[in-house]
């Protein structure tokens, strides 16, 4: 027990050298807070705008339907931004993993590779489709029974993961583990905006709180990914530059 309690708390000592090191790479490379800004504020900015442009609709100020400007449409502007920001963190870690041999950044590539590539091509929709008509699942109420489908596929794919999760861990490196923490923690959020909120939106019974749930979801995921970007930036500007 103790044993653990000591390897927690150098991973938790590790965790905050690695944060005192990414701010230390933003104060001293201005480059790299360029690029930092960049993609918060490709993320934010994508997102403002199609809640404004929404919102303009909803006051039956403008009969634009600006579909490609839509938080939640597909291939809109908002989800290629979202897919560019999570292709670009992804070759980062990859990058970091090849050059530190950490295995945690080739977890999260993977994670970022797949996010991409998921919601580009819209697999958790179409596979949550394939789900309810193979289980049967009917809608209940307000709960709809795709957006039961999608999110049994989204624990079966959280399952999937752990291996590759465990496989990144095994070792219990300071280093590697306080990875695990810093970019876990900004993927739990994501996974809170991508599962959780999606399914809350299901539930939503009214156009308003439709609208709202929706942008909740959808700009919550663009802004995490454009944070997992900005410290996949700052560590690859900070152990190696690019």
């Not at 394939?130 to 049994?152: C, F, H, R, T, Y």
Request: charged share 15%.
């Amino acid at each position: 027990m103790r044993d653990l309690a000591q390897q927690l708390a150098y991973v938790f000592q590790e965790v905050g050298r690695q944060l005192q090191d990414l701010y230390a790479t933003w104060k001293s490379d201005a480059q790299a807070r360029a690029l930092v800004f960049y993609a918060v504020g490709a993320g934010l900015s994508v997102v403002l705008l199609a809640v404004a442009v929404d919102v303009l609709r909803y006051l039956d100020l403008h009969h634009y339907r600006a579909r490609f400007l839509s938080l939640t449409t597909d291939r809109s502007l908002p989800e290629l931004v979202m897919d560019a920001l999570a292709l670009i963190a992804a070759a980062l870690t990859a990058r970091l993993f090849l050059r530190t041999g950490l295995r945690s950044f080739l977890l999260f590539s993977v994670l970022l590779c797949l996010i991409a590539i998921d919601d580009f091509f819209s697999l958790h929709e179409s596979l949550g489709t394939v789900l309810v008509n193979w289980l049967g699942i009917p809608d209940s109420g307000n709960l709809k029974g795709q957006a039961v489908g999608e999110l049994v596929f989204l624990i079966a794919f959280a399952l999937v993961c752990i291996p590759l999760f465990l496989w990144s861990a095994w070792g219990l490196q300071a280093e590697n583990l306080a990875i695990l923490v810093i970019y876990g923690v900004v993927f739990a959020l994501f996974a809170g905006f991508s599962g959780g909120v999606d399914f809350l939106h299901s539930l939503a019974q009214s156009s308003f709180m439709d609208r709202l749930m929706g942008w909740i979801e959808e700009g919550g995921e663009i802004v995490m990914i454009s944070v997992l970007t900005s410290v996949a930036i700052l560590q690859s500007r900070g152990r190696s530059g690019f």
